[in-house]
């Protein structure tokens, strides 16, 4: 059973908006299949999920290269970064020095 299929019976009644009470009952009554888990010395019960698909999606990651055209000027940019940076400064020491009054 993949681990992605399990999940808490809180999990599950907030994911079919439902009180967690009723999902005990569910649970009690058999309608739902729950497998016990040990996780750190405590044995937790899951519900089995069958809507969650069994294995991973894959994700199309695909690594573009910065194109070459655009060009940077890192320099102005730290400028632009650096006087921003002055000026929260500065609204930070002044109300340091506001609520110490």
């Known amino acids: 059973m993949s681990e992605q299929n399990l999940i808490t019976m809180q999990q599950y009644a907030v ?4 009180s967690t009470f009723a999902v005990v009952k569910l649970v009690n009554a ?3 299949t729950t497998i016990k888990k040990n996780i750190d010395g405590e ?3 899951y519900i089995i999920d069958d809507t969650i698909p069994s294995h991973p999606t894959e994700k ?3 690594i573009t290269a ?3 055209t655009t ?3 890192y320099e102005v940019e ?3 970064l650096l006087a921003k940076y002055i000026d929260i400064q500065d609204k930070y020491t002044k109300l340091i020095e ?3 009054k």
């Open 66 to 68: 910065p194109e070459q």
């Open 78 to 80: 730290f400028h632009k």
């Open 15 to 18: 994911k079919h908006k439902m």
């Open 30 to 32: 058999k309608k739902l």
């Open 98 to 100: 506001e609520t110490k």
């Open 43 to 45: 044995e937790r019960e």
């Open 71 to 73: 060009k940077i000027d």
């Open 60 to 62: 199309n990651d695909t």
